[in-house]
């Protein structure tokens, strides 16, 4: 005899209702049937995500005196030690052109490759993330999420335009996760600015559900 475990399986789209606001469930074990968990998993869609240092790193803390397997042998690598196995370590690579009419116009240019930022003449072009999200955006809820903590953003579009980058957490996760009328997701953003996470008035009630599956 087979044994296949079909726990009853929970719909994504369910909704646990907190201070009178719809929050979406994050992924729950029982939201899958147990024999198509892996299958999901394999069909994931895939994700870029770009983040930028503006200062740049120290590069003898940074790269491995040689080319070969990542090992933790230098104070960046070791802080990552347990994701070295999953990661690939470029060097050597370069954006020529890059002198624009300050010491750091090359933050807008760092996806494009545009050369003299800022500069007479210079016009940007479409950015790394928005060209993968024109191949792969279809496939998330959203193409793309620009995110910064100024209002900078190393977005943009085919025409040379910024996309303004989003800088408020609790607007964020207000796009991501709630649901309501409009007073009551002021309600709620208001306990999120307060430092009080949404997803704690919900917790309990998560795990209750998630047992009862």
């Not at 954006?95 to 930022?117: D, F, I, K, V, Y």
């Not at 479409?126 to 959203?142: E, N, V, Y």
Request: net charge positive.
């Amino acid at each position: 005899m087979t044994y296949i475990a079909t726990k009853t399986a929970l719909d994504r789209r369910s909704f646990l209702k907190g201070s009178g606001v719809a929050v979406a469930l994050p992924l729950l074990h029982a939201m899958t049937p147990s024999f198509t968990r892996a299958a999901t998993a394999s069909s994931s869609p895939k994700r870029f995500v770009a983040m930028n240092a503006s200062l740049g790193f120290h590069a003898p803390y940074l790269f491995p005196g040689k080319a070969g397997p990542i090992g933790a042998t230098t104070p960046y690598l070791k802080e990552l030690k347990d994701h070295l196995k999953d990661l690939t370590l470029f060097s050597g690579l370069s954006h020529p052109s890059q002198n624009g009419n300050n010491g750091h116009a090359s933050e807008m240019t760092w996806l494009t490759s545009a050369q003299r930022p800022g500069l007479a003449g210079f016009k940007n072009t479409i950015s790394l993330d928005q060209l993968i999200a024109r191949q792969i955006g279809a496939a998330t809820r959203f193409p793309s999420l620009t995110l910064g903590t100024r209002g900078q953003s190393l977005s943009w579009t085919a025409n040379g335009v910024s996309l303004p980058a989003m800088t408020s957490p609790s607007k964020l996760y207000q796009q991501l996760f709630v649901q309501g009328t409009e007073q009551e997701i002021k309600e709620q953003v208001k306990q999120l600015d307060k430092g009080k996470s949404v997803l704690d008035v919900v917790q309990g009630d998560a795990k209750a559900l998630e047992r009862s599956l």
